[in-house]
């Protein structure tokens, strides 16, 4: 039975770990989209009018805000890109590999468990369908017994 709860302790830790980790990765993600957010739009505030007058003075008004929305565009790809391929997969795949361990001795106990109340169910039937014949052999173990020690007190 301490093995059960041994292994039902260990998935129950390893469950919280693997959540703790996720959660720290999505926390990082959200921070980093947030200060990315914060960041573009105070930085391209001021490198958009630098660039869009730069752009001004050699094609049309129209075609330098053009071009400055697409770089726009492109950096805030990048950022989304970056933000987005982190995973917290290499940091728990051994706590997802202790869990798998935990579980499946978890289910080899159960099973056992249940063998054995399957087991003590046919002992039960056998006593109600023939109780003399089922407690006999026990029975006469205890007899011979208490006549061996019966004997050799003579």
Not at 105 to 110: G, K, N, Q, R, T
Not at 128 to 147: H, S, W
């Amino acid at each position: 039975m301490s093995r059960l709860v041994r292994n039902a302790s260990v998935v129950l830790k390893s469950e919280r770990l693997i959540a703790r980790r996720r959660f720290a990765v999505l926390r990082a993600q959200t921070g980093l989209m947030a200060i990315a957010g914060v960041a573009g739009a105070v930085g391209l505030l001021a490198t958009n009018a630098a660039i869009y007058f730069k752009l001004a003075e050699t094609m049309s008004q129209a075609a330098a805000a053009a071009w400055l929305a697409g770089g726009n565009f492109v950096l805030a790809g990048i950022l989304m890109l970056v933000a987005s391929r982190m995973n917290a997969d290499r940091d728990v795949a051994a706590a997802e590999e202790l869990r798998d361990l935990a579980m499946a001795d978890l289910e080899d106990e159960i099973t056992g468990l249940a063998a054995q109340a399957q087991g003590l169910a046919g002992m039960l039937g056998a006593v109600r369908r023939d109780p003399l014949g089922a407690a006999l052999p026990g029975l006469a173990g205890a007899i011979i017994a208490a006549v061996l020690k019966a004997r050799k007190k003579k």
